[in-house]
C-alpha cells in the first residue's frame, strides 16, 4: 500500500532555464521542500504555498500552481472533505489548522454599504477640515457633574468625565497573539508600532516578556485560564487587564501550546518548564458564572491598583445576554471576537463549525447594552476578521467602539494566509520559534510596516468620515442610519438594526 | 456593583463608605473590619503595608474578599480572625497570611509566592494555577483545589491539606506537590478525595494519606507507594504542617502515602494530525 493515497495540493515549478542553482529556495523554506543536489528537487507534498521561496528566488524562477489533479465534481463532497477523511483514516486524530475560518459563509460586511452626503448635507473636505479619531477605551461615567466657572460658562466637577480610560489615536488594536504562537520579534513589532501610532498590542495568554516592558504603556495584558505568566508585577505593568474567556476560532475549548515551541525564552515569560505541554483549560475553573466572573474582574482590579479590566469572549448565539451579564459584572470593555477570528492553532472542526459572524454579534450586543441602558458603562472592541477600513467603519457604524486586527497584522508583516501556523515552522519567521526562522523578522523593520498599516486605515477611516460630514469617529459609532444592506434578507437586515438599500 | 456608588453618596454596596481605624502598636497595626467594605479593608491594609507595617491584625472579618490579594512584600504578615472571604492572598508575592477561623472559596488563587494557613477549613477552587508559595489548611477542602498548580525554575508550591477533598483534586496539575491527609475531617463516611483525582495531570506530584480507589483516579495519572526519598522530601513540609495546627508528625507518617504522579509531560500530545 501507499503511505498515503493524499496528493499534494500544490505543484511547486521550477524554471530550471533560469534557476542560478543558489539554493536560496532551500535556505529559505521552512517547510523542507527541498533537496539540493546541483539544482533544487521540490517535494510538492511539503509545500503550503507561501511563497517565501518565490520572494527570495533572486532568478524569479519559481512559481507554485495548484495542483490541478480532477476529482469527479460534487458538490457536496468537496476535494477539501475527501482529503480530511483520507487523513483522518490515516492517523486517527483531530485535524488541526490555523488562521481563521476559510468557509464561504455568507459575508456580511461585504453586504453593508456606507452613506456618502449628496446636495443637502455637506459633506467635509478631507484634506483640509479635522476629522478626529481618538477614540477612549472603558467605563464611561453615567452622568456628567458641572459647575459655574464664575464667568458666565460651565465646566466639568473636578474628578467628573471620563476617568481610568485609556486614549488610543485611532480605534484599532492589535488583537492578542501569545509570544509562544508568535515570535518574540513580532511581539516587540507589535509593541513598537503600537507605542509609535498610540494605540495598544496584547500579549494574549503568554506573558511579558522582559524585552516588551518600556512598551508597558500600551500593552493589555491577558490573564487567561491557564495563567501563564500572571504574577503582581505583571498585572501592574500594562495599560489594561484582559480576562480571556473565549477566542473567535475556537469558542469554548481551551489552548495547547505543545512542547516543542517551549523554548527556554517562551517557558521564562510563560513561568512553566521548558518542553511540556502548555495546557489552558477550556474554562477558567474560577469562573462558572457571571458572579465568578465578577469576582475574578475585582481582584484583578485589587491586585493591579485598579487598572481597566476587560473581558474577551467569543460571538456565540447567546452573545447579547453574555456580553449583558460581562457589563454588569464590572467589565471596562468588552472584547467579541466573531468566528472568522484567528488562531495559532484549533482543531478545524471547530474552526470552521461554532459561533457566529462579528458584524451580527456587535450589532446585538450594542443594542442590548443600550436597551438596558448600560451602554456607557463599558467599551466594546470588535474582532474576528476586520480586513480594511471599510470593515472598521462598517463594524463602528454597528456599534463597536474599537476594533482588534490580529490577521492583518501578521499579513503587514508577510504572513501569506498559507493556514500552517500551528505547524511551528512558518517560513516567514511569524509562528514559529525556531531562530533560523524568527530572525527573519527585524523588529525595526515589522514596526514600520505596522505602523505605516493602522496609519493608512486611519487616514481612510478620515475619508470616510469626510464623505459621511461627520468630524468625529465617535459620531459614527453605534449610527446604523449611515449603512443599508445590499442582498441582505429582511430578517438579516433588522438584526444587524439596518435597512436595505433604497430605503 | 460601582454604579450602586451614584444611587447615594457614600453608600457602597449597603456599605457605609468609610474606612476602617487603624490601631498602631509599633510595626503592628490592627483593624475591626467588622461592617467594613472590603474594598476599604483591603485599601487600608495596602496603605499601612506601604507605610512600613509588619504585622497586620484583622478583627471580626466576615466575608470579606481578597484579603491579602497582589500583596507583593515579603516579611509581612497578615492575620484574619474570623472568616476569610473569596480570593484570600490571590495573586500574592511573599506575604503570609494566616487565618484563624475558615476561609471561602479561590484561596491563594494564582498565587506566586508566599504562605496561607488556615485554621479551619476552605471552601473550592483552592490554588488554581498557583505557581509558588506554601498553602496548608487544617481541615476540609472542596470542589477543584489545586487545578492546574505549576511550577518553575525555583517555585514550586506546596499545598497540604488535614481534611478530605472533594472532585477535582490536582485536576491539569502541571507542577508542585498536593498532600491530602484526611485526618482533621467533619465528614467521617466520606471518601478522602472525591472522583477525577488528578485528571489531566501532566507535571507535579499528588500525596494522599491512606489508599484511593482506581476509579477515583484520572487516568494521566501512576499510582505508587511513596518510597523512602519520597518521605524524607515529604518530611520537612508536614514537620511545617503539624507544627502550624499542633498535630504530631509520625502520626501523620504512621499510614502510607499514596503517590500520584503524571505518566507524561504530554498528555495529549497525540491527539492531534498536523
Known amino acids: 500500500m501507499p503511505q498515503t493515497i493524499i496528493q499534494p495540493e500544490f505543484n511547486v515549478v521550477i524554471d530550471y532555464d533560469k534557476c542560478h542553482k543558489c539554493g536560496r529556495c532551500a535556505q529559505q523554506c521552512g517547510w523542507g521542500v527541498y533537496d539540493f543536489n546541483e539544482r533544487p528537487i521540490p517535494d510538492d507534498t511539503k509545500c503550503k504555498a507561501c511563497h517565501r521561496c518565490v520572494t527570495y528566488c533572486p532568478a524569479r524562477a519559481i512559481t507554485i500552481r495548484k495542483h490541478e489533479l480532477a476529482y469527479r465534481d460534487s458538490d457536496n463532497w468537496s476535494p477539501q472533505l475527501r482529503r480530511a477523511v483520507w487523513k483522518q483514516a490515516e492517523t486517527g486524530g483531530v485535524m488541526l489548522t490555523g488562521m481563521g475560518n476559510d468557509k464561504s459563509y455568507v459575508h456580511l460586511f461585504d453586504h453593508l454599504v456606507l452613506d456618502a452626503c449628496q446636495v443637502t448635507n455637506p459633506s467635509i473636505d478631507p484634506l483640509r477640515e479635522p476629522r478626529e479619531l481618538r477614540t477612549y477605551l472603558g467605563r464611561k ?55 509609535r501610532a498610540g494605540i495598544l498590542m496584547n500579549t494574549g495568554e503568554g506573558g511579558l516578556h522582559a524585552d516588551l516592558f518600556p512598551y508597558a504603556d500600551h500593552v493589555i495584558v491577558q490573564c487567561a485560564s491557564g495563567r501563564f505568566g500572571v504574577d503582581p508585577e505583571y498585572l501592574r505593568r500594562g495599560a489594561a487587564i484582559e480576562i480571556k474567556i473565549g477566542q473567535g476560532a475556537k469558542p469554548g475549548i481551551g489552548g495547547h501550546l505543545p512542547g516543542e515551541k517551549i523554548d527556554r525564552e517562551v517557558s521564562t515569560t510563560r513561568m512553566i518548564p521548558q518542553g511540556t505541554d502548555a495546557l489552558s483549560p477550556a474554562p477558567h475553573h474560577d469562573i462558572y458564572s457571571i458572579e465568578d466572573l465578577r469576582q475574578l474582574i475585582y481582584s484583578l482590579k485589587e491586585a493591579s491598583g485598579y487598572k481597566p479590566v476587560g473581558v474577551k469572549i467569543a460571538a456565540v448565539h447567546n452573545v447579547a445576554a453574555i456580553a449583558s451579564g460581562i457589563v454588569r459584572a464590572g467589565a471596562d470593555y468588552v472584547y467579541l471576537d466573531g468566528f472568522r477570528g484567528g488562531t495559532g492553532a484549533a482543531p478545524t472542526i471547530i474552526r470552521d463549525n461554532l459561533g457566529i459572524p462579528i458584524e451580527v454579534a456587535i450589532a446585538v450586543v450594542d443594542q442590548r447594552l443600550r436597551d438596558e441602558g448600560i451602554r456607557n458603562q463599558a467599551s466594546i472592541v470588535a474582532a474576528g476578521s476586520i480586513r480594511s477600513s471599510g470593515d472598521l467603519a462598517k463594524a463602528i457604524a454597528l456599534g463597536a467602539d474599537v476594533v482588534a486586527i490580529g490577521t492583518a497584522a501578521l499579513i503587514a508583516l508577510g504572513c501569506h494566509v498559507c493556514q500552517s501556523c500551528h505547524t511551528g515552522s512558518c517560513s516567514w519567521g511569524l509562528t514559529t520559534q525556531k531562530p533560523e526562522l524568527t530572525r527573519r523578522v527585524d523588529p525595526e523593520w515589522g514596526a514600520e510596516r505596522l505602523t505605516n498599516l493602522v496609519n493608512a486605515w486611519s487616514h481612510e477611516l478620515q475619508e470616510i468620515l469626510g464623505a459621511l460630514g461627520l468630524n468625529a469617529v465617535e459620531s459614527l459609532r453605534g449610527s446604523r442610519e449611515r449603512l443599508r444592506g445590499v442582498g441582505l434578507d429582511a430578517q438579516t437586515c433588522e438584526i444587524l438594526g439596518v435597512k436595505p438599500a433604497g430605503r | 456593583m460601582p454604579q450602586s456608588q451614584t444611587v447615594a453618596k457614600g453608600v457602597i454596596e449597603g456599605y457605609l463608605e468609610r474606612m476602617p481605624e487603624a490601631v498602631r502598636d509599633g510595626d503592628t497595626v490592627t483593624f475591626d473590619a467588622a461592617s467594613i467594605y472590603y474594598k476599604h479593608l483591603n485599601e487600608a491594609v495596602r496603605d499601612e503595608i506601604a507605610g512600613g507595617a509588619k504585622r497586620i491584625v484583622l478583627k471580626n472579618v466576615n466575608g470579606q474578599r481578597y484579603i491579602g490579594t497582589g500583596i507583593r512584600e515579603r516579611g509581612v504578615k497578615i492575620e484574619v480572625h474570623g472568616c476569610a472571604g473569596n480570593d484570600l492572598a490571590m495573586f500574592m508575592g511573599g506575604a503570609e497570611v494566616e487565618v484563624f477561623g475558615n476561609a471561602q472559596d479561590g484561596v491563594s488563587n494564582t498565587m506566586d509566592d508566599g504562605k496561607v494557613v488556615v485554621h479551619g477549613d476552605a471552601g473550592d477552587v483552592l490554588g488554581y494555577g498557583m505557581r509558588g508559595g506554601t498553602v496548608f489548611i487544617e481541615g476540609d477542602v472542596g470542589y477543584r483545589v489545586g487545578i492546574h498548580m505549576k511550577a518553575f525554575e525555583g517555585k514550586v508550591p506546596v499545598m497540604v491539606c488535614g481534611g478530605k ?110
Open chain 2, 165 to 274: 477533598a472533594r472532585d477535582f483534586f490536582g485536576e491539569y496539575m502541571a507542577g508542585g506537590t498536593l498532600v491530602l491527609l484526611g485526618m482533621n475531617s467533619q465528614f467521617d463516611e466520606q471518601p478522602v478525595a472525591g472522583d477525577f483525582l488528578g485528571t489531566g495531570m501532566h507535571g507535579g506530584e499528588i500525596y494522599v494519606r491512606g489508599t484511593v480507589e482506581e476509579w477515583q483516579i484520572g487516568k494521566e495519572c501512576g499510582v505508587f507507594t511513596a518510597d523512602e526519598d519520597d518521605l524524607a522530601r515529604l518530611r520537612p513540609i508536614l514537620e511545617d504542617f503539624c507544627a502550624a495546627f499542633d498535630m504530631d508528625v509520625e502520626a501523620v507518617l504512621a499510614e502510607p502515602l499514596t503517590k500520584l504522579v503524571p505518566m507524561s509531560h504530554r498528555p495529549y500530545g497525540k491527539l492531534y494530525v498536523y
Open chain 1, 141 to 195: 461615567p453615567d452622568s456628567v457633574e458641572v459647575e459655574s466657572d464664575g464667568e458666565g460658562g460651565f465646566r466639568l466637577q473636578e474628578g467628573a468625565g471620563v476617568v481610568n480610560n485609556i486614549e488610543l489615536a485611532t480605534p484599532i488594536i492589535f488583537s492578542p497573539m501569545s509570544y509562544g504562537s508568535v515570535s518574540l520579534n513580532v511581539h516587540k513589532s507589535l509593541a513598537m508600532a503600537a507605542t
